[in-house]
């Protein structure tokens, strides 16, 4: 059986309606930048998947502006979209948009980040952060021997995926009194802030020897970081998604979809966690690009 996952832990969820060719229509791809690879590979597969059943993919960026958001579910609604999926810009500052479309009859499926309400999208299928950080956080404190200085480069914090990670890596971290957070700052899930940010951890703590990052995208800005202060010495981990996880769940979950828009039937359950696998160089064999098959 194959899992994805990324360098550290396995995320992204990609939702496409499937409807049958005689009732194709335009369909909305919502996602935060596309430049981020996260993000751009939500679009990318989830127009690739609609186009290929028939429909008209609309793939727009609302760069986690909850205005824009709702402008952009404004006009899926004015273009008649049958159905919306969307990488919100805000546990909260969302909920608004999506009951704008529900109200309009448009069915919302929220993926990557769920929303601080229920009963209003047909779907919201996210990673297990909660597992997923405190099980590459087992690992990272047996990295850094239950002792250390360490910094914490957080995601966008408006996102609640920002939370669930960071709190879950502390609960396990926090365990250990020996481990000491000296620095946490928002990097906004950009690889580019997260070099910018560890320079500076760097520069203000030089006796840091750990890094835990909301993200891989975050960590590997980190880790070019620390690799050119010559610091190869600091322990650093993440958690993300992949193309190749992208494409597995956009296949894998259209059935869902398919069924309600048939018939009428929801999932079983509205919120869909998909658990995480921790990457270390125990098994780092069996991951290639991306795709980890169980040996």
């Given at each position: 059986?194959?899992?994805?996952?990324?360098?550290?832990?396995?995320?992204?969820?990609?939702?496409?309606?499937?409807?049958?060719?005689?009732?194709?229509?335009?369909?909305?791809?919502?996602?935060?930048?596309?430049?981020?690879?996260?993000?751009?590979?939500?679009?990318?597969?989830?127009?690739?998947?609609?186009?290929?059943?028939?429909?008209?993919?609309?793939?727009?960026?609302?760069?986690?502006?909850?205005?824009?958001?709702?402008?952009?579910?404004?006009?899926?609604?004015?273009?008649?979209?049958?159905?919306?999926?969307?990488?919100?810009?805000?546990?909260?500052?969302?909920?608004?948009?999506?009951?704008?479309?529900?109200?309009?009859?448009?069915?919302?499926?929220?993926?990557?980040?769920?929303?601080?309400?229920?009963g209003l999208a047909i779907a919201q299928i996210v990673a297990d952060n909660a597992q997923g950080a405190a099980a590459i956080a087992e690992k990272w404190v047996e990295a850094m021997d239950y002792k250390g200085k360490y910094a914490e480069l957080l995601g966008l914090e408006s996102d609640t995926n920002c939370w669930v990670r960071s709190q879950n890596y502390h609960s396990v971290i926090d365990e250990y009194p020996d481990l000491k957070m000296v620095a946490q700052q928002s990097a906004n899930?950009?690889?580019?802030?997260?070099?910018?940010?560890?320079?500076?951890?760097?520069?203000?703590?030089?006796?840091?020897?750990?890094?835990?990052?909301?993200?891989?995208?975050?960590?590997?800005?980190?880790?070019?970081?620390?690799?050119?202060?010559?610091?190869?010495?600091?322990?650093?981990?993440?958690?993300?998604?992949?193309?190749?996880?992208?494409?597995?769940?956009?296949?894998?979950?259209?059935?869902?979809?398919?069924?309600?828009?048939?018939?009428?039937?929801?999932?079983?359950?509205?919120?869909?966690?998909?658990?995480?696998?921790?990457?270390?160089?125990?098994?780092?064999?069996?991951?290639?690009?991306?795709?980890?098959?169980?040996?």
């Amino acid at each position: 059986m194959k899992r994805f996952l990324t360098v550290s832990i396995a995320l992204l969820m990609v939702m496409c309606l499937a409807l049958s060719a005689s009732a194709a229509g335009i369909i909305y791809i919502i996602t935060p930048s596309a430049s981020n690879p996260f993000f751009g590979t939500e679009q990318r597969v989830g127009a690739a998947k609609a186009t290929a059943l028939g429909y008209t993919p609309k793939c727009f960026s609302h760069d986690d502006d909850a205005a824009a958001q709702l402008q952009l579910f404004e006009a899926a609604i004015s273009d008649g979209a049958v159905a919306i999926i969307c990488d919100n810009a805000g546990a909260d500052a969302s909920i608004e948009a999506v009951r704008k479309a529900v109200e309009a009859k448009i069915p919302v499926f929220l993926i990557d980040r769920e929303i601080n309400a229920s009963g209003l999208a047909i779907a919201q299928i996210v990673a297990d952060n909660a597992q997923g950080a405190a099980a590459i956080a087992e690992k990272w404190v047996e990295a850094m021997d239950y002792k250390g200085k360490y910094a914490e480069l957080l995601g966008l914090e408006s996102d609640t995926n920002c939370w669930v990670r960071s709190q879950n890596y502390h609960s396990v971290i926090d365990e250990y009194p020996d481990l000491k957070m000296v620095a946490q700052q928002s990097a906004n899930w950009s690889q580019t802030e997260g070099y910018s940010k560890t320079e500076a951890i760097l520069q203000a703590n030089p006796d840091i020897t750990g890094i835990i990052c909301g993200n891989d995208t975050m960590a590997c800005g980190a880790a070019q970081a620390c690799i050119d202060a010559g610091r190869t010495d600091i322990k650093i981990i993440g958690l993300d998604g992949s193309d190749d996880a992208a494409a597995y769940i956009a296949k894998g979950q259209i059935e869902q979809a398919d069924t309600y828009i048939k018939n009428g039937t929801k999932p079983a359950s509205e919120k869909q966690l998909v658990p995480c696998i921790a990457i270390t160089k125990d098994n780092v064999a069996n991951l290639s690009q991306f795709v980890y098959t169980e040996k």
